[in-house]
């Protein structure tokens, strides 16, 4: 069961964990000066005791306080309240199942879910707070989340009640490299800047580039590394169509024909095939990394840490602490760029667009208060605080004047000082210190575009991308005739970029757990997640279509046209539902 539910986290959950480390809160970037030198205060503004919310965190290896950091005092002074983050290891929704079988939350406060199956199985134990009991206490948490509060209140079916939030909007891809191949900049230069647009071209440079740079830092050098050792590994692996002119909802089911606004079915596709294909020549070669069917997320960092690797699948945004720390050892060369990838079949098909997503809602950050959290009402007073225009910017940005200033246009700008942290692989974890680990807990719109056009995170704005971008990679975007790092999809002359927005398609994905056809989705899920590695590894052309052909056979007889029957159905209603939760 875990693998079925885990593989429906957003691969954007990684990333997140991994930036939003990064992030935090305090009060008004107008009071920055005064917001960094807050001290904690045991009295409190309004004068109630001091209490401590447990919340579980990724990313942390002891315990840690948001007295640490400039947000958490903020929240001290301000409220008397103190979170205390508790690291563990397993997926949010595994946690989150496993506390929920033994009806045992130890002594926290707050969960989160990871995944909208997990969520509805929370609302349907009655295991999280009703949010719509305590309007007068979070006024503007429901005026400035109004938009998304509709699509919270789907998870509830019976009612439409509310119970969590999540850290959604996600629009990363609009003003920040989509997630597609990360290529060592030396190899690039030593076989001439190539053209890098289809799978094909990318199986050619691989196997020019192995052959160029047999080693890296004295050791073997690696073509490709990857991390499908995560539960999510075998759905990482069929995403190339979303590059392609299709779009993903994140499970191996099926995929969107976005022209034809439909749901179709995944397994039998050729765009998968395709896919399957590229990975199974890459890996019969020894361009993959043996291990990529092993290495979880902290392997293959590590690994791509050591050098060796010639490209990484997806993970981009590992990029700036990578290429730091290939600066620090005096390799700045063999620092990375992201690159466009498409499969091979879309060109030859003039199928020349590129649908790229964006979301409304972000399952893998779904959180909500336990019933059973101490005086919920004064943690609700913190999630009201964080509700606005304003926290959002302090979380994404910083402090006015120390972190970024504001030009003439009304664009933030990162300061040279807050670029020279970045740039360092801040070492003093000054980031955790200014920012704190905030928008994986609260509904603060980090992921999204705000109003001026700007990234609400300055790391997924254009302006700081650019402005922290090293020399090596100036080059290689020079090289290439790139303006900036986006040219490669915003302009890039074989394919039309188009924003597209996924959310009614993964929203009228989540089936009822009771339907027939749930139960027969949760099937395909787990023979998918053993029958892709299969399909990739196989030892020969032969051998390919055999397993490839027995898992479209297989997918068919366990009801695959069924269960997509019954999306589509679902996407039917979806907008009337959505509608009709909005006048509640």
């Not at 050892?329 to 667009?353: C, D, F, W």
Request: glycine share 6%.
């Amino acid at each position: 069961m875990s693998k079925r539910l885990n593989r429906t986290v957003l691969l954007i959950v990684i990333m997140v964990v991994a930036t939003t480390m990064l992030y935090g809160c305090t009060s008004s970037s107008d009071k920055g000066e005064k917001d960094s030198t807050a001290t904690a205060t045991t009295g409190a503004e309004n004068g109630k005791p001091l209490i401590t919310y447990k919340v579980l965190a990724r990313g942390i290896d002891k315990p840690r306080s948001s007295t640490e950091d400039e947000v958490g005092k903020i929240i001290q002074e301000k409220f008397n309240v103190v979170f205390e983050y508790v690291p563990y290891n397993e997926t949010a929704s595994d946690k989150a199942l496993l506390m929920l079988a033994a009806n045992d939350w130890g002594d926290l406060d707050i969960v989160t879910t990871g995944i909208d199956a997990v969520t509805k199985k929370y609302i349907e134990a009655d295991a999280f707070l009703k949010l719509d009991d305590y309007k007068d206490i979070i006024p503007n948490f429901f005026e400035y989340e109004k938009d998304l509060i509709p699509y919270w209140r789907n998870l509830d079916a019976k009612n439409g009640d509310l119970y969590i939030w999540q850290s959604g909007p996600d629009q990363l891809q609009m003003t920040s490299e989509p997630l597609d191949m990360n290529v060592r900049v030396d190899v690039l230069e030593e076989l001439g800047w190539p053209k890098l647009d289809t799978t094909d071209d990318y199986i050619n440079f691989l196997r020019e580039a192995v052959k160029k740079f047999p080693t890296s830092l004295d050791q073997k050098s690696i073509g490709m590394i990857n991390f499908w050792g995560e539960a999510y590994g075998p759905l990482l692996a069929t995403y190339l169509p979303r590059h392609s002119g299709y779009q993903h909802f994140y499970k191996t089911t099926g995929f969107v024909d976005v022209e034809a606004k439909k749901i179709i079915p995944l397994a039998s596709h050729p765009y998968l095939k395709e896919t399957l294909k590229f990975w199974n020549v890459l890996s019969r070669e020894g361009i993959m990394d043996r291990e990529a069917w092993t290495d979880k997320s902290p392997e293959f960092v590590k690994k791509w840490e050591s050098g060796v690797a010639l490209s990484a699948n997806f993970a981009k945004w590992n990029i700036p602490s990578i290429n730091a720390k290939l600066a620090l050892i005096g390799h700045p060369e063999m620092q990375y760029i992201v690159t466009p990838i498409r499969l091979s079949i879309a060109k030859e098909e003039g199928k020349n667009v590129r649908y790229e997503l964006f979301n409304g809602v972000r399952p893998d950050e779904t959180t909500g208060i336990l019933k059973t959290a101490k005086e919920p009402e004064r943690l609700l007073e913190v999630l009201n605080f964080m509700s606005s225009e304003e926290m959002t910017i302090r979380l994404g940005w910083g402090i006015e004047g120390r972190d970024y200033t504001i030009n003439e246009e009304g664009l933030r700008i990162p300061t040279p000082e807050l670029l020279e942290i970045v740039k360092s692989g801040d070492p003093d974890k000054q980031m955790l210190k200014r920012f704190g680990s905030y928008v994986t807990v609260f509904p603060t719109r980090t992921n999204a575009t705000g109003p001026n056009g700007q990234a609400n995170y300055f790391a997924n704005d254009t302006q700081y991308l650019m402005a922290a971008a090293t020399d090596t990679q100036k080059k290689a975007y020079a090289a290439y005739g790139w303006d900036t790092m986006l040219e490669a999809w915003h302009n890039n002359s074989e394919f039309k970029f188009v924003p597209f927005d996924i959310t009614p398609y993964a929203s009228s994905t989540n089936l009822d757990p009771e339907l027939k056809e749930a139960k027969m989705e949760e099937k395909i899920m787990q023979y998918m997640d053993k029958q892709i590695p299969l399909v990739i590894n196989a030892n020969d052309d032969a051998q390919f279509e055999k397993l490839y052909n027995d898992m479209v056979k297989k997918v068919d007889e366990l009801g695959q046209q069924q269960v997509v029957d019954k999306y589509n159905e679902q996407l039917v209603g979806f907008q009337v539902r959505i509608q009709e939760l909005t006048k509640k």
